[in-house]
């Protein structure tokens, strides 16, 4: 069947009633208007949210990025140490604390004769909320009060010098100080 052969049938069919024509034509028209608005909202996601990567992932591999290149440049500096490469490895990500509002909700019932209690109940409920605010991109989100940077798991350094023990205790020393570790998470090798 040829392109011809198909826009024959397509004529004869429009050919036969008016009403469909307006049918099909606004049933195509819908569909092109859907797929436009896919469109349109997959830009303006891309466009409220930098973070494609999701915030949390993104804001952890910037934080090691930040993390490595600090410590490669302090690294640096020591005195017998040359080429050197970090990487960084952290036991948590980032943790926020949000904003909550609490409501407690005692209820107590005595059984008796009305003026002497003589036993009771107390049922007591507590109810927690996250408070929400408006964001800039017209969502509500929890308000965060604290913020707590990831935690280092551990450091390996990759440099020139590291087979002086006294270059080794050196960076052992100052990567220690710097993200209060303990030395036996950080590791030292020669380069290659």
């Avoid at 436009?36 to 804001?59: C, I, K, R, V, Y």
């Amino acid at each position: 069947m040829g392109l011809e052969s198909a826009g024959n049938l397509l004529r004869q069919f429009f050919a036969k009633d008016f009403k469909l024509k307006i049918i099909v034509l606004l049933g195509i028209l819908g569909m092109a208007l859907i797929l436009l608005s896919q469109f349109a909202d997959n830009d303006s996601a891309g466009q409220s949210q930098p973070q494609a990567l999701g915030g949390a992932e993104f804001a952890n591999r910037e934080y090691i990025a930040q993390l490595e290149e600090r410590l490669q440049n302090l690294i640096s500096q020591i005195d017998g140490v040359g080429r050197n490469k970090v990487m960084v490895t952290l036991e948590t990500g980032t943790e926020y604390v949000y904003a909550q509002e609490h409501r407690r909700n005692t209820d107590t019932t005595h059984s008796g004769n009305g003026e002497i209690p003589v036993g009771g109940r107390t049922q007591e409920s507590v109810e927690q909320r996250f408070i929400l605010v408006d964001t800039e991109f017209g969502r509500r989100e929890a308000l965060v009060l604290t913020r707590i940077p990831p935690r280092v798991q551990g450091v390996v350094i990759v440099c020139e010098g590291a087979n002086n023990p006294l270059v080794e205790q050196k960076l052992i020393s100052v990567v220690t100080t710097a993200l209060g570790i303990s030395s036996n998470r950080v590791s030292v090798v020669p380069i290659s």
